[in-house]
């Protein structure tokens, strides 16, 4: 009895690990696989949980893609007081191994992002983004647009 409950610790162990945030884990094999291209992702979306906890309710980040310029407009408040906007221009690559890269580089002169993300659709308005060098996920789903800031 005592193996079956060590056991089952182990495995629950192992898929929290390997999970995305309580919602749906990003390698989940039962999850629909949705191809992540430039159409797929074109349109509006509002980050909703960072390593599965949702955001604070000051914090916002918004990113809107523009599938025929391969342009994106970025609007947060992370590291700020203020919303701050953000444009510039990204890439999907389909990796060997299945798996979609999202890279992108500012407009502004800082250079490209801090981060490349490993993407993955769960559904046509949910999409997750984890880093490719801290392992760090966010949870983003699609919007009708970005809100207005001043």
């Not at 629909?32 to 906890?53: A, F, M, R």
């Not at 916002?60 to 992370?78: A, C, H, P, Q, V």
Request: glycine residues 6%.
């Amino acid at each position: 009895m005592r193996f079956l409950q060590v056991t089952i610790m182990a495995v629950a162990t192992l898929l929290t690990l390997a999970s995305c945030g309580k919602q749906a884990p990003i390698d989940d094999a039962t999850q629909p696989k949705i191809e992540v291209t430039y159409n797929t992702i074109d349109g509006s979306w509002q980050l909703t949980h960072l390593d599965g906890s949702e955001l604070l309710d000051a914090t916002l980040l918004y990113i809107s893609f523009d599938r025929d310029k391969r342009s994106f407009e970025m609007w947060t408040n992370i590291g700020s007081m203020y919303p701050r906007r953000s444009t510039g221009q990204y890439s999907i690559l389909a990796e060997e191994d299945g798996t979609y890269t999202l890279r992108g580089c500012y407009d502004n002169g800082v250079g490209d992002w801090n981060d490349e993300y490993r993407v993955e659709m769960p559904t046509r308005d949910r999409m997750l983004w984890r880093s490719r060098t801290t392992g760090e996920c966010m949870d983003f789903a699609r919007i009708e647009s970005i809100p207005e800031f001043n």
